[in-house]
């Protein structure tokens, strides 16, 4: 089995589906906490390979290569694509502390998006290391479905018009996609549950080996700065 996990208000999103693509079956979709319940299955083998939309691996100043590739291949939404914050922000408790934590370290502030989700990227950064990068990839959903459909989403995915384009691109993944958006989960949205869907058909392609790869570079951890479609 391979997961796509996705953010959202209540936590994580997973979708978790065979690691073969002979298998079109959706097997579960969940809300999880934290990130430690998803490496636990990792650990215990249930999961082969993880794939999550959150920065892994963070610059000491500058901009990830991987991100500012994102922004050319996707083109129209590309301000989807924020440039991850440098790994000095972490921890930082207010958007002020932050941005001139940013700023001091490289001349730039954090975005609001960034500051938004730093607790997230915060955990991840605690529990993801080299070793763990041998089942754990970065991915963005924007990149996943542009290399899924051959040309990037024309709509903003919290549209109606997004969510159609979005549920067409994923009905040749798994069938059974409509049924899947519609399920109603506590503080999780549709476009939470389509963006682990297509995170979790990336972590296969991973698996298998036929992936695109954007970056790559390490970070000061020894971490690939890297997203994989």
């Known amino acids: 089995m391979v997961a796509g996990v996705d953010g959202c208000r209540g936590g994580w999103v997973m979708v978790t589906i065979p690691a073969s693509e002979a298998g ?3 097997i579960s979709v969940e809300r999880v906490l934290d990130l430690k319940q998803v490496m636990a299955l990792l650990d215990s083998g249930e999961l082969q390979a ?4 959150i920065p892994i691996g963070l610059p000491e100043r500058g901009s990830r290569r991987c991100d500012i590739e994102a922004r050319k291949m996707i083109g129209g939404r590309r301000s989807s694509v924020f440039p991850s914050p440098v790994r000095g922000v972490l921890g930082a408790t207010s958007y002020a502390e932050a941005n001139a934590c940013s700023r001091a370290l490289s001349g730039k502030g954090i975005s609001r998006q960034a500051f938004a989700i730093l607790p997230k990227i915060h955990e991840a950064d605690l529990l ?3 070793e763990r990068q041998h089942q754990v990839v970065e991915v963005h959903p924007e990149v996943c479905f542009t290399v ?3 040309a990037p989403m024309v709509h903003h995915k919290a549209t109606a018009e997004g969510r159609a384009e979005r549920l067409a691109a994923l009905r040749n993944v798994y069938p059974d996609v409509e049924a899947l958006a519609a399920k109603p989960m506590v503080r999780v949205g549709p476009e939470d ?3 682990a869907s297509v995170a979790a058909w990336s972590a296969r392609r991973w698996l298998a080996g036929t992936h695109l790869q954007l970056g790559g570079d390490t970070d000061a951890r020894g971490l690939r700065m890297e997203l994989i479609a």
């Open 24 to 26: 079109r079956d959706v």
């Open 128 to 130: 993801v290391t080299p």
């Open 50 to 53: 993880v794939a999550v939309d």
């Open 193 to 195: 549950i389509l963006d």
């Open 148 to 150: 899924l459909t051959g």
